[in-house]
Nanobody, 117 residues
């Protein structure tokens, strides 16, 4: 079955960095685009970044451009989110997502990121 397992979250001070990982299994990872989303308390889940199957095209939300970078390692079935210059407003649960056959969405369990001094 499809599994997405996020890791790398934690507590970090403003201006700090974290690198999130999402390990995928149960599908042919190298054939599918991957995305990172986040959900802050009391807010809707929002798209943070997307990367194509080959990693040759990436998109980031305006709120994280220049600070976050999505990447992937198809040999390790893993997608990453490098987060630099973190701000308190980046505090959220971060999820990775894959859509299979253009209709079935799968989510990981999420990893908490807290930016606070």
């Amino acid at each position: 079955q499809v599994q997405l397992v996020e890791s790398g979250g934690g507590l970090v001070q403003p201006g700090g960095s974290l690198r999130l990982s999402c390990a995928a299994s149960g599908f042919t990872f190298s054939r599918h685009a991957m995305s990172w989303y986040r959900q802050a308390p009391g807010k809707e889940r929002e798209l943070v970044a997307t990367i194509t199957s080959a990693g040759d095209s990436i998109n980031h939300a305006d709120s994280v451009k220049g600070r976050f970078t999505i990447s992937r390692d198809n040999a390790k079935n893993t997608v990453f989110l490098q987060m630099n210059s973190l701000k308190p407003e980046d505090t959220a649960v971060y999820y990775c997502k894959v859509v299979l056959f253009l209709r079935y969405s799968y989510w990981g369990q999420g990893t908490q990121v807290t930016v606070s001094s």
